[in-house]
């Protein structure tokens, strides 16, 4: 019987400082939910790791989505199997992705937690919340139609070794865009240039980065896409080229700020180089799944999109792999396999 199983489920339980998680989230045990009419009980197996998880963890109200309520369970992507079905559309054995918690189990109702019936096999499952999920259509969207990307731009990227980042300058190069990454370490910045074909890669820890840029974009950064904010997008935004355009994906440097955020300081810019700014929210383009993904699909297919997986093993570890997106630790996806 499921219902006499233990569900060990990851809870708020005080806002985290910095990017602290140690004292804020807890496991703890208890009974395993039963679903009701309309609800799927699903057992989860991989847990989606996201940077915006930890806006969720703030108090603050002018998020896209409301903060987590101290005590709580985590919320996001999960892949798992549905043990229990109480909708009709879904079958015992159903691989589904759907907003979760970081928990053994999760309790989805379809619409309200953007469930989807999966036919992956096995071993490719984690592409559902990488190459085949709100990270690749986020990066597919925002490099093709937010930011409007065209063959001979110069395009440059933050978090280029991250999972939205890492495709985003692999999508931009396959629109005919000349590609910089921008990462944490020496390492990263040679993987991206001998593994993922970026043409250049600056260590943003090392040296001022907006000189690097401008020694690596001459001509300027025609698309610029965001992922971290702060003083990345101050460097980004000096070496941008007249009418350039900025994609803003995320802005992870401040998502465990506690006040008010200063800058960006060259906003001046903005009226300077008469340039676009434009913001996306993955929810907005859901929908788009349908026609994304066989794109997404082939590229992988033929090879030309790649994403690796790091996986941790263990729900009782989760919070140690939610803090690599944050140290820099990860290349590619973060996901915990429960
Ligand atoms: N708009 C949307 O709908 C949407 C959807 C998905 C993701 N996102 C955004 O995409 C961004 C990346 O998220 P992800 O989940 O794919 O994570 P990720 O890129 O796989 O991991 C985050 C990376 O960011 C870098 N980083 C961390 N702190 C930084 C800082 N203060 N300054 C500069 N770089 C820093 C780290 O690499 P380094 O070694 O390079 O520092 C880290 O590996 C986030 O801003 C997230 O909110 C937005």
């Not at 096995?122 to 986020?138: F, K, M, P, R, S």
Request: aromatic residues 8%; contains cysteine; charged residues 20%.
């Amino acid at each position: 019987m499921v219902s006499e199983q233990v569900n060990r489920v990851w809870r708020l339980r005080a806002r985290p400082t910095g990017n602290d998680f140690g004292d804020a989230l807890r496991l703890e045990e208890e009974k395993t939910p039963s679903p009701q009419d309309g609800e799927l009980l699903v057992k989860n197996r991989i847990l989606s790791m996201d940077s915006g998880t930890r806006m969720y963890m703030t108090e603050r109200e002018d998020s896209y989505q409301p903060g987590t309520p101290l005590g709580d369970p985590i919320l996001g992507t999960v892949i798992g199997e549905v043990a229990q079905s109480r909708h009709p559309a879904y079958a015992e054995g159903d691989l589904v992705r759907c907003y979760g918690n970081w928990s053994d189990w999760s309790i989805a109702t379809p619409l309200a937690s953007y469930v989807a019936k999966l036919d992956g096999q096995e071993n490719d499952l984690a592409d559902y919340v990488g190459i085949l999920g709100a990270n690749g259509w986020t990066a597919y969207l925002g490099v093709v139609e937010y930011g409007a990307a065209r063959a001979g731009d110069t395009f440059l990227v933050s978090a280029a070794a991250g999972c939205t980042g890492s495709m985003a300058g692999q999508i931009a190069k396959l629109a005919g865009c000349r590609t910089i990454g921008l990462a944490g370490t020496d390492d990263k910045c040679a993987f991206l240039k001998s593994e993922l074909g970026f043409d250049a890669a600056i260590n943003y820890r090392k040296g001022d980065l907006a000189t690097q840029i401008a020694s690596a974009a001459p001509d300027g950064v025609n698309l610029y896409f965001d992922n971290v904010g702060g003083d990345v997008l101050d460097a980004a935004l000096t070496n941008m080229a007249d009418f350039g355009r900025v994609a803003v994906c995320g802005l992870l440097a401040n998502y465990s700020a506690e006040g008010p955020v200063p800058g960006p300081y060259k906003f001046d810019l903005v009226l300077m180089k008469r340039l676009t700014i434009q913001g996306f929210f993955s929810p907005d383009f859901y929908h788009r799944e349908p026609e994304i993904n066989p794109i997404l699909r082939q590229w992988r297919d033929d090879g030309v999109l790649k994403l690796p997986i790091e996986e941790t093993a263990g729900l009782e570890n989760t919070v140690n792999a939610y803090s690599k997106l944050f140290t820099g630790a990860n290349i590619g996806k973060v996901v915990v396999r429960v």
